[in-house]
Nanobody
Framework: QVQLVESGGGLVQAGGSLRLSCAAS????????MGWFRQAPGKEREFVAG????????LYTDSVKGRFTISRDNAKKTAYLRMNNLKPEDTAVYSC???????????????????WGQGTQVTVSS
């Protein structure tokens, strides 16, 4: 079992920054890869970024490359998503998710993740 709790969302102006955190408990954090997803109103949940269990491998969706950075601190059992130069189109509920299969490769599909946090709202005003 894995429990995930996100924090760090909020309201920010376009061009601003936020850092989301995802605190994990339960299963050994360093044994599973993590992903960040987002869902805007009326849209499907989409992959944003992912990081392997050892923090070496990462993957981003094209729209956030160069602006967002995913990281993790296995000692603190926490994953992060640093978001810079935010745009109104980044507005969404952001959720972290755990892929407990042990794969080093990052998966983009929602169905490949086993555990999810409750989500945190990010709103970017223009």
């Amino acid at each position: 079992q894995v429990q995930l709790v996100e924090s760090g969302g909020g309201l920010v102006q376009a061009g601003g920054s936020l850092r989301l955190s995802c605190a994990a408990s339960g299963r050994t954090f360093s044994s599973y890869s993590m992903g960040w997803f987002r869902q805007a109103p009326g849209k499907e949940r989409e992959f944003v970024a992912g990081i392997s269990y050892d923090g070496i491998n990462s993957l981003y969706t094209d729209s956030v490359k160069g602006r967002f950075t995913i990281s993790r601190d296995n000692a603190k059992k926490t994953a992060y998503l640093r978001m810079n130069n935010l745009k109104p189109e980044d507005t969404a509920v952001y959720s972290c998710a755990a892929d407990i299969t042990g794969s080093w490769f990052i998966k983009r599909d929602v169905d490949d993740y086993n555990y999810w946090g409750q989500g945190t709202q990010v709103t970017v005003s223009s």
